[in-house]
Nanobody
């Protein structure tokens, strides 16, 4: 079992920054690929970023590439999403997720553990 708890969401002006955190329980956290997804009202959940178990490889949606940075600290069972140059279209509920089996990094159905989400609001 893996439990995930996100934090760090809030209200920020366009152009500002936020850092989301995701704390994980479970001794095998370090072996999992982890992902961030987001869901805006009336829209489907969409891929934001993924990171391999070692942190050696990261993958980003085109819409956030160059602005968001995904990192993980396996010693602390925590991962981070640094979000810079935020835009109103980045506003959504952000979810962290763990992928314990195979499947595409980009597909939410490949992830079998999810946090409860944290709200990010960006004012224009």
């Amino acid at each position: 079992q893996v439990q995930l708890v996100e934090s760090g969401g809030g209200l920020v002006q366009a152009g500002g920054s936020l850092r989301l955190s995701c704390a994980a329980s479970g001794r095998t956290f370090s072996t999992y690929t982890m992902g961030w997804f987001r869901q805006a009202p009336g829209k489907e959940r969409e891929f934001v970023a993924a990171i391999t178990w070692s942190g050696g490889s990261t993958y980003y949606a085109d819409s956030v590439k160059g602005r968001f940075t995904f990192s993980r600290d396996n010693a602390k069972n925590t991962m981070y999403l640094q979000m810079n140059s935020l835009k109103p279209e980045d506003a959504a509920v952000y979810y962290c997720a763990a992928r314990t089996y195979g499947g595409s990094f980009y597909a939410p159905e490949s992830y079998n553990y999810w946090g409860q989400g944290t709200q990010v609001t960006v004012s224009s």
